[in-house]
């Protein structure tokens, strides 16, 4: 499968930014979807994931209540709507997918990936 993220942009703290990652060449569904994100000079770190299906999502202490993960399996597209943003939230965003099941919070356990998309928060 291939990822391709957009959305990123330069936004003032408090601002609000939908990330998107349009998928194709595989079957989307079959996928767990995660979004991960590598601030300067930072390691990459995890942000959250999604299931299969939607129903299941599980966040970073980070980023919980101000951010949402979401995707339309018909789309073959995954979201990530980023609210209350902070300046530390700046980072490059990268989504991802496996087939691994289960909450999969490890760089590792994820086969495919985006090329990332900037995210600058502004105080």
């Known amino acids: 499968v291939q990822l391709q993220a957009s959305g990123g942009g330069s936004v003032q703290a408090g601002g609000s930014l939908r990330l998107s990652c349009a998928a194709s060449?595989?079957?989307?569904?079959?996928?767990?979807m995660g979004w991960f994100r590598q601030a300067p000079g930072e390691e990459r770190e995890f942000v959250g994931r999604?299931?299969?299906?939607?129903?299941?999502?599980y966040y970073q202490d980070s980023v919980k209540g101000r951010f949402t993960i979401s995707r339309d399996n018909a789309k073959k597209t995954l979201y990530l709507q980023m609210n209350s943003l902070k300046p530390e939230d700046t980072a490059v965003y990268y989504c991802?997918?496996?087939?691994?099941?289960?909450?999969?919070?490890?760089?590792?356990?994820?086969?495919?990936w985006g090329q990332g998309t900037l995210v600058t928060v502004s105080s």
């Open positions: 999604i299931s299969r299906d939607g129903a299941g999502t």
């Open positions: 060449g595989g079957p989307f569904r079959s996928y767990n």
């Open positions: 991802a997918a496996t087939t691994v099941v289960g909450v999969r919070v490890k760089e590792s356990e994820y086969h495919w």
